[in-house]
């Protein structure tokens, strides 16, 4: 059964903190994604990973970093979180190719305070 | 970046009732996918489409792949409680990269 993890379902943090966020797949897939999720604008790319320590910006990359070192682990990292950063983060990961589906996780429901 | 036009945005429907909605871009699409999320947990596939003109079923699920390449609905028949949730149409463009492009969701409500 493909499963996508997330750390944390929930999480809080204070204005100006690093979070970091992990992901990791257990289907040996080559590409990796973050959203984040608003109500009202859907699900909205920040950055995704074609292979392992590569990154590529999504359409919203502001405020965030990430790193891959391993194949099967992607990582969001906010470099200081924001009050605008509050929502719902969700990781995917799918295999190489068009037309492929992408698998996700069970989300990640941050708090910036 | 862009977004598929997806609607309704919400639905109130009875229990029992068929369910429709719909998604269309100005863009042509080689994929359509459909996903159901329900509360607080990640978006789930129910169905791919990679062929214009494709029909395909998951039980009481039937989705389309528009013949233009640039539509696609999902049909919910004889609805039940479970399927309360928020419904996102995704699609991945014609000679593009993995990307997904999503539609913004379709949230089901079922009155008893």
């Known amino acids: 059964d493909v499963k996508v993890t997330q750390s944390s379902r929930y999480l809080v943090k204070r204005t100006g903190e690093k979070v970091f966020l992990e992901c990791v797949q257990d289907m040996d897939h080559e590409n990796m994604f973050w959203y984040r999720q608003d109500p009202g604008l859907g699900l909205r790319l920040i950055y995704f990973s074609y292979d392992v320590k590569m990154k590529e910006k999504g359409d919203i990359p502001e405020g965030y970093s990430v790193s891959r070192e391993k194949k099967e682990r992607f990582s969001l990292i906010l470099e200081s979180a924001s009050t605008n950063q509050t929502s719902m983060y969700l990781c995917a990961s799918s295999p190489q190719g068009a037309g492929v589906s992408q698998f996700f996780g069970p989300g990640t429901r941050l708090t910036v305070l | 970046g862009q977004q598929l036009n997806q609607s309704p945005q919400s639905m109130f429907i009875q229990e029992g009732e068929d369910v429709s909605m719909n998604c269309t871009s100005s863009?042509?699409?080689?994929?359509w996918l459909w996903y159901k999320q329900d509360p607080g947990e990640g978006p789930v596939l129910l169905i791919a489409?990679?062929?214009?003109?494709e029909l395909t079923s998951n039980g009481r699920l039937t989705a389309q792949f528009g013949i233009t390449r640039k539509d696609s609905f999902l049909n919910i028949s004889a609805s039940i409680p479970s399927d309360v949730g928020i419904y996102f149409c995704a699609g991945q463009r014609m000679n593009r990269d993995d990307k997904i492009i999503f539609g913004k969701g379709t949230r089901l409500h079922i009155l008893p």
């Open positions: 863009s042509i699409f080689n994929t």
């Open positions: 489409l990679y062929k214009a003109g």
